[in-house]
């Protein structure tokens, strides 16, 4: 069990509720991403974690939208009063490194797919 | 404002020709390019990267293409194998500064590959 792991893998939440989805990024991985994929689109970025430190959540689409990863392991992307343009594939990512440039490419879990009906 | 763009949204081809997918990028700050694969239900899988100060990569069956003047690069894959039919991403990003690695993705070429 050497990846990237998500839970859950579906989520399904009624319009106004709160959701959260986890990522257990490969051990030792000191960069974490979270992206978010749309029907027939590719990911978008939304948030960058360092270790513990949050150093980049340019692409969280509101204030509705949360991450976390306190102890610069486990992160979680918490949606609160979910709308139905929140419909999407959340993907976290991780890699060993600072950045990706270097040449260490990033490694994606499978992804939570959420539905806000 | 679509930084990568692959304009092709499926590619169909016959088993042990050669796979063409295209990818054009505007933001001249990219410098470090990847190629990912993704099966149903599945995260994207990392299948090659070039650097900008290559214009060529080759790793097996697979190989990346870049052409810096014209902002564009290509993965060739040949021959193609039926098991290589997947949706292909093309990512880019800057490495340094405030960029953190974070990729931009283009919007994905699903290729199939027919016996």
């Known amino acids: 069990g050497a990846g990237v792991s998500q839970s859950p893998r579906y989520k399904v939440a009624k319009r106004g509720q709160d959701v959260a989805l986890r990522c257990d990024p490969i051990s030792g991985h000191v960069s974490l991403f979270w992206y978010q994929q749309a029907l027939g689109q590719g990911p978008e970025f939304l948030t960058y974690?360092?270790?513990?430190?949050?150093?980049?959540k340019s692409g969280l689409p509101s204030d509705r939208f949360f991450a976390e990863r306190p102890e610069g392991s486990v992160s979680t992307l918490k949606i609160q009063r979910t709308q139905q343009e929140d419909s999407a594939v959340y993907l976290c990512?991780?890699?060993?490194?600072?950045?990706?440039?270097?040449?260490?490419?990033?490694?994606f879990g499978d992804g939570t797919r959420l539905s806000i009906l | 404002d679509q930084q990568v763009k692959q304009n092709s949204p499926s590619l169909s081809v016959q088993e042990g020709r050669i796979s063409i997918l295209n990818c054009d990028y505007t933001?001249?700050?990219?410098?470090?390019f990847l190629w990912y694969k993704k099966y149903p239900a599945e995260g994207p899988t990392f299948l090659i990267s070039i650097s900008s100060i290559k214009d060529k990569n080759e790793d097996g069956r697979f190989t990346v293409f870049l052409n810096k003047s014209a902002k564009h690069l290509s993965l060739h894959i040949v021959p193609s194998q039926p098991g290589d039919s997947a949706v292909y991403f093309c990512?880019?990003?800057?490495?340094?500064?405030?960029?953190?690695?974070?990729?931009?993705f283009g919007q994905g070429t699903i290729l199939t590959v027919h016996p």
């Open positions: 990512a880019a990003t800057g490495a340094g500064g405030t960029s953190y690695g974070k990729l931009t």
């Open positions: 974690f360092q270790n513990e430190a949050q150093l980049d």
């Open positions: 990512a991780s890699s060993p490194i600072r950045w990706a440039g270097a040449g260490q490419p990033q490694h």
């Open positions: 933001n001249s700050m990219f410098d470090y």
